[in-house]
């Protein structure tokens, strides 16, 4: 018997699969962290901005916290991976707080269930600050120890609370307010920071006030 492709048919030609997207996004999805670009509608040109390169982030983040529960009873690449992890945690939030909340407390209003770009800078300074304790946490224990599966899953869970709220309250305001020329310049400066921050590293906790107070008036 034939056998018939996955694809779908459609007379004589098999039509190829639809392209995945980053549900909310309108992109492609992509791989090894790395977003596809965004097609203008006009096709005048492919565009990255800094709004597709934080959604990608966060898909990354998600599936290395995945993959953490795929190796238990692994040490060796337990402790790899959540390595790794950590410090991409880290360059991730320094490059948000460097290119993309400066610009969000200037034009923001806040959106959906956040009043202003101020609260929802303040929640996310906040954030960052304890995922980096829960991931600093984890570090001190034993690799493979339950005392460090419970630093790990507070980590995922601080980390998974906060990319959900900045999904739906921060990167909504910012696409709305933030033309797209300049979101595009910002996602080089964000991907610039993070591939030379590829390694280890280690960001300065922040207290949110100050923060918002600095960065309003830059």
């Known amino acids: 018997m034939a056998t018939v492709n996955a694809q779908t048919v459609q007379g004589s030609r098999t039509a190829p699969a639809a392209p995945a997207t980053n549900p909310g996004s309108g992109i492609r999805n992509h791989s090894a962290g790395i977003p596809f670009i965004r097609q203008t509608p006009n096709n005048e040109g492919n565009f990255m901005d800094i709004v597709d390169c934080i959604l990608a982030d966060h898909d990354r983040q998600r599936r290395m916290f995945a993959a953490?529960?795929?190796?238990?009873?692994?040490?060796?690449t337990l402790g790899k991976i959540f390595n790794r992890?950590?410090?991409?945690?880290?360059a991730h939030a320094e490059a948000e707080e460097l290119y993309f909340y400066p610009?969000?407390?200037q034009l923001g209003e806040g959106a959906l269930d956040s009043d202003s770009a101020e609260e929802t800078t303040d929640d996310a300074i906040d954030d960052?600050?304890?995922?980096?304790?829960?991931?600093?946490?984890?570090?001190?224990?034993?690799?493979?120890?339950?005392?460090?599966?419970k630093c790990v899953d507070k980590t995922n869970l601080q980390n998974s609370k906060h990319m959900s709220e900045e999904e739906r309250q921060g990167l909504t305001d910012f696409?709305?307010?933030?033309?797209?020329e300049e979101r595009v310049q910002l996602?080089?400066?964000?991907?610039?920071?993070?591939?030379?921050?590829s390694g280890e590293y280690e960001r300065e906790e922040k207290d949110p006030e100050e923060y918002i107070e600095k960065n309003e008036a830059a």
């Open 175 to 180: 696409r709305r307010k933030v033309p797209l």
């Open 187 to 197: 996602g080089l400066k964000y991907l610039a920071f993070e591939s030379h921050h």
């Open 128 to 149: 960052h600050n304890k995922i980096a304790e829960a991931a600093e946490a984890a570090k001190k224990e034993k690799v493979g120890s339950d005392a460090w599966w």
């Open 103 to 105: 610009r969000l407390l």
């Open 85 to 90: 992890l950590r410090n991409f945690l880290e």
């Open 68 to 76: 953490l529960d795929q190796a238990r009873g692994d040490n060796d």
